[in-house]
């Protein structure tokens, strides 16, 4: 940059900020347009939008549809993946932590529906699934609390690193041990329960329509809790220590306990989302764990606009089915994926659907920056 | 037990090849974490280059994998334009990244968070262009240097390859090290790095400073290329990503933003996962590392040598 | 005049710290700026320095629009400032830090660049004892000492000096402003901060006051010391 007087420059930071405006401009106006609609109309809205997003697989519309794989596969993807975004959005989004192997608790979430549901397993119990959902929620909170408990005290970027080591032990020692069937994984894991009146089971590798509507569910479950979660005292804290975790700890938010909680809260859903993928797949192996796949989660969530619950379900929804969408180019769709998320943060640093507070936040560093400082 | 301490001073040699590459790579992470204070995710994708950079030069000089390469003085030339090649590959490279995925940001002051996402899809791209390109599979590196024992470590055998790749990695690091003390661009790198602001106002331009960390890094990473190169044979589009967790790795161990601590932190990284995996099997050779990192960082949260460009003098 | 500010405004976030600021410097004064702490006055120096946007308003050094001008161009046209808190380089030794107030210059081998060194150290002697020591272990005196030294090893026209005095003993406060007049009496434009008015009035040719970001009064500095109002708020004399 050899521009000697900033001009231009500033031209182009006023025309970023212009952008901006319009984009916030258009947000807020959808925002205060749908506030203002009388509160059954939103019921109304709302309730609608729930009955098309259960009708999705059946109505099948015509762009949306994936030509080349399963629809009904692909919606059970994405909305696996939205939910391991809210999980993860406790963590990155609420309490502002950096969790780069939240894998590792979708991993440990699986392994335990394996190892506790599965006949073939070490253990081989052989318990009915909707037994081991709460143990693998307890046992990823559990991974999460002895993970957290070392580390949270570390500054932000080392609890990054030590999180993606995490991660890649949860898996390494999945290749590695017998007891967890190796590289081969596990077969056999069960289903969720129900039978239809013709006596068929309603979920089955041939009706994967009933795993969406599951999870679909799930994360209907999980939206209201964590909302709740978040206009609480602790939620109230986590914005704290995500603004300045210094001054939260001077004004007396116990710091330490508060991101605990936010880690074991999200390790929780991250492992309930593993419990899913477990019961939906039947048989899981290392390979479903690959450290990219964390990276995609964070991905999704600062894509979306970290912070934001109906952002991050769009980060995860954009992520887990555009590139199915688009398998005709199979070859270039990840190539592509890349540059995207490139342009997508630089011109919209705040995510698709952001966060208010984190927006305006945004918009006033971006104020400051001087010419060349 | 038993395994270690019969193959102690083997695992050492081996150990320390490994880890001079580490620390190669690691100075990348470390010059741009003491600058910018973010994780330039992006940078094994810098080593990947750097790789192909080499193998190109290699192949452009008439080498292929059946090459047998007799004189010495022959080789030494074949190595020399490698490395350059893997040095501009690279560097360029980083550089390229810094304008594209990062300054657009830093002109609007944008969280950390974001530059992570912006490295993940550089990173993203680049591997995938290269895969598209050159395929998925291994490509071979022509033999250049045969390893032949030279001498005797205790009962280990040290080669002619293992010596260059120590004595390389410890020559450009010293390089490096001289280069940001002694020069006027390197004090500039370390003004930057402890107080940008002073460091503006003593007429540092934070940009070319910023572009030059990326070069150098870029540059070194290159040099970790053409050795990876020689020391393994092969390289693919997805050869930095585990490399690049590693290096990261022992850029924290050794005390991210410290240019001696990338030296320590891989050195130790390469001993570590070399003598744990004697002890507990190789299968356990990453879980080995990850562990080391995390126990390093509750005893010692900046590392072994401690943080930052300034404080440790370099 | 040798630095024109006119009607500057600067905002951090929503917040305007600047409203519509006109200052002047001319070629070999001594210029204080006073106020309490948050007037503005660092922002000023910071914006005039670079490092902070301005929204509006224009800054003109020798004859020269600058308002834009990126911060590292800005020593290299002059303008060199010795920022508050000290800024030094904790990781170099005293020497290195003069070393980088040279960064802009093309003359580091010359003579004239030795006798700037020189010069510097003549005004402390107290850092040429300490010239290998790192500027971290210096004490706050030194810190400051070594501030304003390498602020003047760029040769700059105007030095712009950011609360010198600030957590010093009476005695190094003294000292300090008695160096400060030495330099201006070589030849170097000096625009000065403070929040110890009385000093920094008696040395000033002339000075401002500021008040929640504005210029509220101007004049000679021995007028505004005689100031019933500026007496009453910045001398603590009833």
Redesign the interface.
Known sequence: ?TT????P??RM?QR?RGYDDRRAGWARSIRTRWHALPRPVRWLGLLALVVVLYLLPIIQPPILTTPDSDFGSVLFDAALFALVAIGLNVV?GMAGL?DLGYVGFYAVGAYSVAVFGSPNSSLGTGYPWLVCVPIAIALSMLAGVILGG??L??????L???T???G??VR??A??SNALGAAAGITGIPHPPGKRPDGTDIFSILNINAFYWLALTVIFIVVFGVRNLENSRVGRSWLAIREDEDAAELMGVPTFRFKLWAFAIGAAIGGLSGSLFAGRQGFINPDSFL?QFS?LF??AV??GG?GNLLGVVTGAVVIAYLPERFRGFA??R??V??????IV??FR?QGIIPNRRRAT??A?????????? | MDFLLKNFWELTVTGLTQGSIYALVALGYTLVYGVLRLINFAHSEVFMVGTFGALFALEGMGLNANSDVTSASAAIGYLIVAALAAAAASGVTAVIVERVAYRPLRRRNAPTLVFLITAIGASLAMSEGFAIWRGRDNEAFPTVIDPKTQFKFFDASVSNLDILIFLTAIVMMFSLDTFMRRTRLGRGVRAVAQDPDSAALMGVNKNRVISLTFLLGGIMAGGAAILYGLRFGVTKYDVGFLLGVKAFTAAVLGGIGNLRGALIGGLALGLVENYGSAIVGSQWRDVVAYVTLVVVLMFRPTGILGESLGKARA | MLLEISDLDVYYGRIQALRGVSLSVDDGEIVTLIGANGAGKTTLLRALSGLRAVSRGTVTFEGKDITHERADLRVVHGISQAPEGRGIFPGMNVQENLEMGAYSRKDRKSKAYREDFDRVLGLFPRLAERRRQFGGTLSGGEQQMLTIGRALMSRPKVLLLDEPSMGLAPKLIQQIFTIVEEINQQGTTVLLVEQNAQQALSRAHRAYVMETGSIVKEGTGKALLADPAVKEAYLGVA
Not at chain 1, 4 to 7: E, V
Not at chain 1, 337 to 342: D, E, S
């Open positions: 940059m000697s007087n900033g001009g420059r500033q930071n970023l990155i950096l070392p580390t005290r570390l500054r932000g970027d080392y990054a690193i030590v993606l080591g995490f890649e032990i390494l020692t290749v590695n450290l990276i964070v991905a600062v894509l970290a070859d270039y990840i190539f994926f890349g540059l995207a998320l490139i943060m630089i640093p936040e945004l006033v560093r971006t104020e400051e920056v001087a010419e060349g400082a």
